[in-house]
């Protein structure tokens, strides 16, 4: 195909002239072309780079390594589920069959499922990408990890307990520190009680059992006898035992001791004898349960040495609200 050639009309001469470019203007062209091409080339790179419908290998490497990351922490948090699960069923036997039957406090659930306080434990994971994901599953960790070493501690102290099975059963006080045949009555049981010197109501904190002065009093566990005075006001002459694993018993009113303090005892060991000393109305046995630290109804630890129809018999005296004798 020919060269198109281009012609101007000369008005001096009155004819059509070739118009010739000059060489510097070719390359004014030429460059210009150039330039605007490669500009061109460049944004269309640049648009495409960023475009999602155009990814590198580099890209489809890392979009690889993203979802496969998901579908790891995926079948983390699934085997997870499985644990908290398992965990949950461990959790239920500690405090409702093993430490029930060791008769120790369970762990409130507040503290197996507490949280971490203080500073934020995942700062550096909230600029990552699927920082939601990584962070959720970290807590997740972080919280079975505390549980586990809760319930890991737990058992130890069920283990010992175990070990000690024996002491434990001989601590407890169970037995009633007056025997059947030696006492009148049981005057007065735990709870709310008219008090016989202001006839107000209030909190007995023990029972009442009535016997003449001198009738023995028993130790209702083995332990060590920490008082044997009349130190504590009202109760007159009376000892505490300190039975160990959180037991302790009181016994108050007494007209005189068979023991002293740092003396260890037997279950079934006289101790003491009935009387009316300090806040008394009558001879009779104050006598107190305490586990870790509160006053418990003794009348939940008479098994050891009385009959189910005297227990029977007891527990209807031991309820009515009548009025105590301190």
Same mark, same amino acid.
């Given at each position: 195909?020919?060269?198109?050639?281009?012609?101007?009309?000369?008005?001096?001469?009155?004819?059509?002239?070739?118009?010739?470019?000059?060489?510097?203007?070719?390359?004014?062209?030429?460059?210009?072309?150039?330039?605007?091409?490669?500009?061109?080339?460049?944004?269309?790179?640049?648009?495409?780079?960023?475009?999602?419908?155009?990814?590198?290998?580099?890209?489809?490497?890392?979009?690889?390594?993203?979802?496969?990351?998901?579908?790891?922490?995926?079948?983390?948090?699934?085997?997870?589920?499985?644990?908290?699960?398992?965990?949950?069923?461990?959790?239920?036997?500690? &405090?409702?069959?093993?430490? %029930?039957?060791?008769?120790?406090? !369970?762990?409130? /659930? @507040? *503290?197996? =499922?507490?949280?971490?306080? +203080?500073?934020?434990?995942?700062?550096?994971?909230?600029?990552?990408?699927?920082?939601?994901?990584?962070?959720?599953?970290?807590?997740?960790?972080?919280?079975?990890?505390?549980?586990?070493?809760?319930?890991?501690?737990?058992?130890?102290?069920?283990?010992?307990?175990?070990?000690?099975? &024996?002491?434990?059963?001989? %601590?407890?006080?169970?037995?009633? !520190?007056?025997? /059947? @045949? *030696?006492? =009148?009555?049981?005057?007065? +049981?735990?709870?709310?009680?008219?008090?016989?010197?202001?006839?107000?109501?209030?909190?007995?904190?023990?029972?009442?059992?009535?016997?003449?002065?001198?009738?023995?009093?028993?130790?209702?566990?083995?332990?060590?006898?920490?008082?044997?005075?009349?130190?504590?006001?009202?109760?007159? &002459?009376?000892?505490?035992?300190?039975?160990?694993?959180?037991?302790?018993?009181?016994?108050?009113?007494?007209?005189?001791?068979?023991?002293?303090?740092?003396?260890?005892?037997?279950?079934?060991?006289?101790?003491?004898?009935?009387?009316?000393?300090?806040?008394?109305?009558?001879?009779?046995?104050?006598?107190?349960?305490?586990?870790?630290?509160?006053?418990?109804?003794?009348?939940?630890?008479?098994?050891?040495?009385?009959?189910?129809?005297?227990?029977?018999?007891?527990?209807?005296?031991?309820?009515?609200?009548?009025?105590?004798?301190?």
């Amino acid at each position: 195909m020919a060269k198109k050639v281009k012609y101007y009309f000369d008005t001096e001469s009155l004819a059509y002239k070739k118009i010739k470019t000059s060489v510097k203007k070719k390359f004014a062209y030429v460059g210009g072309f150039i330039l605007s091409s490669a500009l061109f080339g460049f944004l269309c790179f640049v648009v495409l780079l960023n475009s999602t419908f155009f990814e590198t290998p580099k890209d489809r490497l890392l979009t690889r390594e993203i979802e496969t990351m998901k579908l790891k922490y995926s079948i983390l948090n699934k085997k997870m589920d499985q644990i908290d699960e398992v965990l949950a069923n461990i959790e239920d036997r500690d &405090n409702n069959i093993y430490r %029930a039957y060791f008769n120790t406090s !369970p762990i409130p /659930n @507040e *503290q197996r =499922k507490a949280g971490f306080g +203080g500073v934020n434990r995942y700062k550096e994971l909230a600029g990552l990408n699927n920082a939601d994901l990584v962070i959720n599953t970290s807590k997740r960790v972080d919280i079975i990890s505390k549980e586990l070493a809760i319930q890991s501690k737990s058992l130890d102290e069920i283990l010992k307990l175990a070990k000690d099975k &024996n002491k434990l059963l001989a %601590a407890i006080p169970a037995i009633q !520190p007056v025997k /059947n @045949e *030696q006492m =009148k009555r049981v005057a007065s +049981g735990f709870g709310y009680r008219s008090d016989p010197f202001t006839k107000a109501r209030k909190m007995h904190e023990g029972m009442d059992f009535t016997a003449n002065t001198g009738t023995p009093i028993y130790a209702t566990g083995d332990g060590v006898v920490i008082n044997a005075d009349n130190s504590k006001s009202g109760y007159g &002459n009376h000892i505490e035992i300190n039975h160990g694993f959180g037991y302790l018993t009181l016994y108050g009113h007494l007209s005189k001791y068979n023991c002293r303090a740092g003396q260890r005892v037997k279950r079934g060991d006289i101790i003491g004898y009935v009387g009316s000393t300090g806040r008394s109305e009558a001879p009779h046995l104050h006598y107190e349960v305490h586990k870790d630290g509160k006053v418990v109804n003794p009348l939940n630890f008479y098994y050891g040495n009385i009959s189910a129809e005297e227990y029977t018999v007891i527990s209807k005296l031991a309820n009515q609200e009548n009025q105590s004798l301190d």
